[in-house]
């Protein structure tokens, strides 16, 4: 099994649509869950990070972790053709030397105007 | 907003040549990773650098591959003798400190192609 399972799509959804991304993870180590964005050629951009079980909102972006059942989301909200990209679950546990992050192969959105 | 610098955008080499990859992290950062991404797979772990000296390393980071911080800035990855399979965009990154309140910054990348 992987230590983290995301779904690559390509997900393709009108504007305005709200969008549900998930990771699944095998690892109950990881404790430190984060949400990054990709745009094509460009490094990895850190949306939202989340410690433990619970949610986190930022504006459009909504962050839930299920540690119990090991699943986490991002939800985006009134989406826009500009979130259009790759979106990578992150996490990482604490104890290892500076955090190591290990990265979901990422999901592909589309959002079409 | 400060920006984890890297250089060059894209390095051609042939197999067999030893490479550097250069990145300059934000400048109060402490901890410092290089990840790699072949082209349509996930990005993975290489190393972890920290206190001048590697913390954690993958199973990718063989005796090929070395980091460096020659200076106060600068934090370098070097392939000895490159091989096709090197191939991949190479992200550095860096973070403020141990705590986990904080992401990785990460660098445009480098795309490498071995050829």
């Known amino acids: 099994q992987k230590e983290v399972e995301q779904d690559p799509g390509p997900l393709s959804v009108p504007e305005g649509a709200i969008v549900s991304l998930n990771c699944t993870y095998s690892n109950s180590a990881f404790q430190y869950f984060m949400w990054y964005r990709q745009y094509s050629r460009k490094g990895p951009e850190l949306l939202m990070y989340t410690y433990s079980s619970g949610n986190k909102e930022d504006g459009r972006f909504t962050a839930q972790v299920d540690k119990s059942s090991k699943y986490i989301s991002l939800f985006i909200r009134d989406s826009q053709p500009s979130d259009s990209a790759t979106y990578l679950c992150a996490m990482s546990a604490s104890g290892t030397g500076g955090f190591k992050t290990i990265f979901g192969a990422g999901t592909r959105l589309f959002v079409k105007a | 907003e400060p920006e984890v610098t890297q250089t060059p955008s894209h390095q051609v080499t042939q197999m067999g040549q030893e490479v550097i990859l250069r990145c300059v992290p934000i400048?109060?950062?402490?901890?410092f990773y290089w990840y790699r991404q072949i082209l349509g797979q996930k990005v993975e772990f290489l190393v972890s650098f920290y206190n001048n000296e590697i913390s954690e390393k993958s199973e990718i980071f063989d005796d090929q591959f070395s980091v460096e911080r020659p200076d106060g800035s600068n934090f370098t990855l070097k392939i000895r003798s490159t091989k096709l399979e090197d191939s991949a965009m190479y992200f550095c990154?860096?973070?403020?400190?141990?705590?986990?309140?904080?992401?990785?910054?990460f660098g445009s990348g480098t795309r490498l192609t071995v050829v």
């Open positions: 400048s109060n950062h402490l901890y």
């Open positions: 990154a860096s973070r403020a400190d141990r705590g986990p309140n904080y992401g990785y910054t």
